[in-house]
């Protein structure tokens, strides 16, 4: 717009410049007036347009400075924009960095928490009671290993109160109501723990004290009637009790009837009831008690019943199973359970003495098993002097058919001392003293057995079959040994079955020194 006006502004100079030059040629005065007034308005124009050109210049000059200084001052704002964008991303990422280090650290933290519940489970701790005095202090969860570490059944997880060392075993059985049916005993719940039970009776075993608390909620449904029992509790071994407070000498002294804590306290409802809930009230009453004996806990089975009537209802809790304390250990090792309480938990041969034994006698303690269980304990005798022990059981795999000739062996169970010679049968005593010699074999069917039993080559004994008979036969003698005397056995016409079929061995020659002479 600028370069067009002042395009114009040249054009008006010259026109001026034209009418300036013709002037006088016009002879006309009114000419001459009507080129003068065409040269004012013309001159009137280019004053106005010269103005407004001067005022568009300035306005030009001004919005060329203001967009100057807006753009200025917007590129300032755009830049401080950048930073601040700039510093947010580099915020968020921070932000987000440190929320992943985070994240990363909290699953570092779990997975060491759970790497270290894994490590619990190789605590050599049997009991809550050792983990504190171990120095736990911190009430909680803890894994622990009752019947020995590294051996039998793996660890298990239980609640360990460290105030009181208390062991807590849970069950799934909840507060429940009883189902109404006509039969006393009819209602049944069996009680299954998280805990294996071979572990349970190891925990109780190593404790000093268990219990587990029974409550029986009643409106007129009641434990016992007619003079029988309505409910009862099965134990570990699958014994049936009717007490709900104490110990198995409630039973000694009451019979096997239902028996409650209120009763043994004499503050019944009734007095001419056993528990309050016999006393058929239709208002809501309750028994309840601890039971407390080891050799019984914990309950595996509850049974309620005979009541059915509409005004009949009942509802039954079994608490979880509590055992504190440390059982202490004897003086001298007089068993094997005195061994398993002091923590030696692999089955073995071992040296045990009680109060009654003038020498320490040889036991095999079957640790797999628990204390008081059928072959947990066996003993084999006295050795005397225990720097003397001898024992040996030797046994054969295959059938022997060749007559006359003496009995050797491949395998044996035990060979302590080294008296034995496997390969020639020979035994020969290391040490003077009385040793008992045991042989039992089984003939080949409708064949001829007999077998001596030789020292020093000289017969002492023999077993035979009658030469026809099927069953096992055998012989044990009991001899006063020199140092060196031989014992070896000597088929002396028959044939021995010798096949082992699932780890069954029919033929055993064994001995043990039961009291040397060498003592000093």
Not at 480 to 496: C, K, T, V
Request: hydrophobic share 30%; net charge negative; charged share 25%.
């Amino acid at each position: 717009k600028l370069i067009l006006l002042d395009s114009l502004l040249q054009e008006m100079k010259l026109l001026k410049i034209l009418l300036l030059l013709f002037a006088p040629i016009c002879a006309a005065n009114q000419a001459v007036e009507e080129i003068t007034l065409i040269k004012n308005l013309l001159s009137e124009i280019f004053r106005r347009y010269k103005s407004d050109m001067e005022s568009l210049q300035s306005l030009v000059e001004l919005s060329t400075s203001s967009l100057h200084t807006w753009r200025n001052d917007i590129s300032a704002r755009l830049e401080d924009l950048e930073l601040i964008l700039g510093k947010e991303e580099e915020s968020e990422r921070d932000e987000f960095r440190i929320t992943t280090e985070k994240k990363k650290s909290i699953m570092g933290l779990k997975d060491t928490v759970n790497v270290l519940r894994e490590l619990t489970r190789s605590t050599s701790a049997r009991t809550c009671t050792q983990l504190r005095n171990m120095g736990v202090r911190t009430s909680g969860e803890y894994y622990i290993d009752p019947d020995g570490p590294g051996i039998n059944s793996p660890p298990v997880l239980v609640y360990c109160d460290m105030k009181t060392g208390s062991t807590r075993i849970e069950h799934q059985l909840e507060e429940q109501n009883v189902t109404a049916c006509r039969e006393r005993g009819c209602f049944v719940r069996a009680v299954d723990y998280k805990v294996p039970m071979k572990q349970i009776v190891s925990i109780i075993s190593l404790s000093t004290h268990c219990e587990q608390y029974i409550r029986y909620d009643c409106h007129n449904a009641p434990l016992n009637s007619d003079g029988d029992s309505n409910a009862w509790w099965m134990d570990r071994n699958n014994g049936l009790h009717f007490y709900w407070s104490g110990d198995q000498s409630v039973e000694e002294t009451e019979g096997f009837k239902g028996t409650c804590y209120c009763y043994l306290q004499e503050n019944c409802i009734s007095k001419d009831h056993r528990c309050n809930c016999d006393a058929g009230e239709s208002i809501w009453s309750y028994d309840d008690g601890q039971l407390t004996d080891k050799s019984q806990l914990p309950v595996t089975k509850l049974n309620f019943g005979n009541f059915y009537k509409e005004n009949q209802t009942a509802k039954f809790y079994l608490g979880p199973l509590y055992c504190s304390g440390e059982r202490s250990l004897p003086l001298e090792m007089d068993s094997c359970e005195s061994l398993w309480i002091a923590g030696i938990t692999h089955p073995g041969y071992q040296i045990i003495k009680t109060k009654n034994d003038t020498f320490p006698k040889v036991v095999y303690c079957d640790m797999n098993k628990l204390p008081g269980s059928t072959g947990f304990q066996r003993t084999y005798g006295s050795p005397g002097n225990l720097r003397d022990f001898v024992a040996f059981d030797a046994y054969i795999t295959e059938d022997m058919v060749d007559n006359y000739r003496y009995i050797g062996f491949k395998e044996a169970y035990v060979n302590i001392g080294g008296g034995l010679n496997l390969e020639d049968g020979i035994f020969q005593a290391p040490v003077t003293g009385t040793y008992k010699f045991s042989v039992h074999g089984l003939p080949i069917p409708n064949r001829p057995f007999n077998v001596q039993i030789q020292r020093n080559n000289r017969p002492i004994g023999s077993f035979s079959n009658n030469k026809s008979g099927l069953s096992m036969v055998g012989q044990s003698v009991i001899l006063e040994l020199a140092e060196g005397d031989e014992i070896r056995l000597f088929n002396s016409g028959g044939e021995i079955y010798g096949k082992v079929y699932g780890g069954d061995v029919y033929f055993h020659f064994t001995g043990v020194l039961l009291n040397s002479y060498t003592r000093e």
